[in-house]
């Protein structure tokens, strides 16, 4: 960031500034893309666990659920440990990458994502129950048709998901290492900023990241409005 | 008249179901063949929905035997049922029709003219577009009746398909089933609506408390029925 | 629907790759492990631009506490350390985590404190003394607690006054376990004194009420060294672009780029990369 400690992160943003530009850019494709693959992964297994009976199943709801509230900072510590040179994924050399802060957001938000997507899913499926199965749908269809037809509701799991990721810091910049130009986001940098003591530019770096999410809210929110109005 | 279907004669001997240790059907022996419909009535917990939804397979007796056309285990394919309060599903109304077509194994290049037919058969044509959980009561439950439908089903299992409806609705749905079993369909329903058992019926089936307690043609039975209870009933007296 | 959801799939795994150019194009590039006070002063975003002007290399700068990055070049996930603790890196040499050691720069250290000075050390000359001070008046103080090299060198302070901090400290003592910025920020809002290297001081926005206690003491001394990691233990280390960037620091260019790194007029720190024994 440049050090001019007056100029305001407002007109950063007004004027450009190809910095702040790159930040936010990188904030928003680690965490966007995070959300991504953990709504690959997370909500079939959400609604697996909502249309499945096994033995344990309210343990796994439980851990799961609990799972929403794992502390960014050690899931950071355990990723590092894996992508760490002298880890087991040494080899791949992803630390203090990019890729290594997907993963670690990944992690984060898989289980919020899963356990709103298997609310959901159970609540759909308590209504869709009887009907499905008067058509003989097959398990596989189901799920399917489950998740296509609760896809506004999971829209609201996602964006719980990424409001985590967008907002931690804990754990990408342990993996991340805030490196100037190629790890830094917008929350490593308000990090930064605040540890050198440029409170204004820290909360000005924080006013733009919480804008930003409001308008991808305020984006989703119309995508759901829009889809559900035309889709019932 | 179309084929007799494989799952006719639909044949209960000695149906026990529990559920929570408590009998719902409690020894049901009755045999349904086709023709007119059947109508089973009877007060609120005596085992009507529970008989229906054992018709369809969705339930397995305790003890005692249900087949379909001789057969123990039937695969539902030619078999529909339509519940008493249907849920609708997230899409529109013809798009209900077509998933319900889909699941039924329809050729995906006979589906838009099925659910075109489907709609027009049960009046629902002018809302094909409009999202099913939009619909009214009476609407909700005939395009319930058209995804039934879809299935070309030779038995149609209905749970009081006319309960929370006005008049008008109540005769659309009543017309319906009058021209599904004059195309061949097998339909049984349940009704607390007496004037519907004689207006719809064929077979009456008076069930209390899990047991069948007389069947007989609609004019006999209400002419002269034979038991105690089903006296009372058509007396309107509570059956306790 | 099935092609639907199949392109969905693809565009999200397409971005989540274009997310990730710059670990694919790590052609010529390093990472260097630093520490937060040396990244806080500000240092490498003037001098890294020129290195890379000078020979194409890109140099990512991991900053950490000082023990947190000689960990990260144990861990063989740093090509280069570059510290300010002669101690813990010759300990990391002797352990073979290091090929050399060439010192690069000093900058000092300096005591800053609440302008009311409730300890009355301002203009001490003898900085443990100000340190036992500090401890007799119960002056509130607020440490690293880290394994930083200012914190090493705060611990080398008090014990010069025969004080074992460990056992010693009382309520006045407060240890973070933070960086020095975020030190800073303490005790600037905690009205307490701290030692900290002058480069993160002049640097830092936040001073508040806090001003130049106590400096000039020869203890006060920052000696920054920088270390290859050893590729025979780390076979991944890119050790020819690594050895450009140590041979930069210690170059007569290095050097006098380093010398004119100024914030407000001042000069943060001293090259000294041709003085024996430093």
Redesign the interface.
Known sequence: MP?N?NVSALHLVLSGDPVLLAIVW?SL??S??AV??S??IAVPIGALIALTRFPGREGVIVFLNAMMGLPPVVVGLAVYLLL????PL?AW???????AM?IAQTVLVSPIIAALARQTIEDLWT??H??L?????GPL?RI??LI??ARFSLITALLAGFGRAAAEVGAIIIVG??????TRTMTTAIA?E??????PLAIGLGLVLISIVIVINAAAWGARRLGEH??? | MRNPALDLPLLFVDVRIRARGLPILDGVSLKIESGKPTVLIGPNGAGKTTLLRAA?G?VRPSSGLITWGGHEQS???RR??M?QR??M????TAANVR??LA??NVARDKRETRVAELLADVGLAQLAR?????LSGGEQQRLALA??LA?DPAILLLDEPTASLDPAATKAIEDIVRIVTARGVKVVMSTHDLGQAKRVGGEIVLLHRGRVIETGPAGEFFAAPRTEEARKFIAGELLV | ?FHRRHSI?AA?LG??L???P??FA?DKSI?VAST?ST??S?L??YL?PLFKQKTGITV????QGTGKALDTG????ADVVFVHAKAQEEKFLAEGYGVKRFPVMYNDFIIVGPSSDPAGIKGKKDVADALKTIMAKNATFFSRGDRSGTYSAELRLWKAVGVDIEKQKGPWYKSLGQ????T??TA?AGNGYTLTDRATWI?????QSLAVMVEGDKRLFNQYGVMLVNPAK?P?VKKDLGQAFIDYLISPQGQKDIANYKVDGQQLFFPNANEAGA
């Open positions: 050090d400690g990188l494709t680690v966007l893309s991504a693959v709504a690959l760490s040179r002298s880890g040494g050399g992803l630390l203090f990458t990019p890729t997907i209504e869709y009887d009907e199965a008067a058509m003989n749908v269809r399917v048709t296509w037809d290492g805030n490196i100037d130009g190629f930064l605040t540890s050198k003591g440029d409170l035309y889709a019932g | 369809m969705l695969p539902p394919v529909a049922i519940f249907p849920a599903l997230r899409r529109s998933y319900a699941a039924a409009r999202p099913a959980r939009k995804r039934a299935r | 629907m799939a999200t971005f989540a274009l997310a990730a710059s670990s790590q990472v937060t990244q806080d500000g490498f975003e890294l990512k700068v991991v900053a144990a861990r063989c996930d960086g020095m910025g975020a800073l920020n600037a640097h830092f926005k936040n001073k780390c991944n």
